[in-house]
Structure formats: structure tokens, C-alpha cells
């Protein structure tokens, strides 16, 4: 299995993302610069966290017109996984993979800590590894993180079991509707989230919570191409 991760002017978590790999599963993985127009030898695309093109318009509003986007669309249209991670999220609800926004936090303060998750559905190529409504650490780090909807779309959202995390009851730190941490499209191929699980893949970082986000996508990737265990 092949990752790419790709890489806008202002990316800054592309180095973790690239890291996670490595650690928690072993696959290969490069970097994939904003410019690239071809993701055709990827099996999965990483879109990590930053401030892609310094977020001076509108968080993800600019990276969503890079030429490597068209390409992310046509590898999400072929059934290829595709994780967004906080910028990522941003930049996939701005490019129309995913539905909704994400708003300044409702305390308009910058949040950076650890925050407790549920797992709301296990049954994504992202999540299998967890059990449903277990909870997990994986920290936050955001100013933009207050996802929003209207009321059809959130409906639709829950209707299509697309909600993939929520914050614990009673920690939503943001104000995001529904407290959704994360959701997916209605095929469950594309994810998007705002909490960081690239950082919480070893407990010297303070948790293991996301490392399984990892071993889900290699072991779905697997069951679709009868691929062995050491592949």
C-alpha cells in the first residue's frame, strides 16, 4: 500500500502525517507537493493540517483551487481513501468533498490539548479498528474548528451513519454542531476531522488513540485486494 501526503505552502503537520505512516503501519509514503497533477500510484491521500496558503482569504478557500485537488477529487471519485486532517478537513469541505464548514471556535481563542472522542462509527475503512462508541485521546489544535451545517445536511449526516466522531459528552471545545469531531461522504471513503491523529500514534506523545486510524485504512486496503498480512 502506497500513501501520499500532500503538501501546500503553509502545510505544517505534513512531516507527522508522513512519520505516522512509517510508525504505526510501515507502508510507503511520499510527499506530494500542491502542484502535482497525477496521484494515480497512491492508494490513500493524506491532506495534513497547517495554514495552507497562510489562510488569509478563508481557511482552505485557495488550497481547494490547487492543481493536486482535481486530482484528490478523482482519486476520492475511484474509491481511493482520503483522510483530511484540521486544514485537510477545512480544505476538503471547501473543495466539496465533504458537506458543511468549519467556523471560528465559538471562544475565538486558539485550542491546543488533548480531547476525548467517541468513535461513532466503527464501520468506515478509517475506524474499523475501533469498537463503537469507544473513547478516544487524540488532541486538538485549532482556531477553525466549529463545524456547521444546516439542518437538511445534518440530518442526512445522521440518516447516512456519515458522523464518524463526536466529542465526548460534555467536552465539545469548539461549539461544533452536534459536537462532530468528524464526519465522512455518504460512500465512506473520504474523512475529514479536525483532531490530530498522526499526533497520538505512540504514548510518548501523550496517547495511542489515533494510531489505529492507521492500522483501520491498512486493513481495509487489504480486505478489498486480498492482500496477505506482510504485504
Known sequence: MKFAVIVFPGSNCDIDCYKAVEEAIGQEVDYVWHTATDLSAYDAILVPGGFSYGDYLRCGAIARFAPVMAEVVKAAEQGKYVLGICNGFQILTEAGLLPGALLRNSGLKFLCHQAPLEVVNNETAF??????????NIPIAHGEGNYFCDEETLAKLEANNQIVFRYAQGSNPNGSLSDIAGICNERGNVVGMMPHPER??????????????????LNAWREQHGAAVNS
Open 200 to 217: 497520538a500514534i505512540n504514548q510518548l506523545l501523550g496517547s495511542e488513540g489515533g494510531k489505529r486510524m492507521f492500522t483501520s485504512i
Open 127 to 136: 475506524t474499523n479498528q475501533y469498537a463503537k462508541g469507544e473513547i478516544v
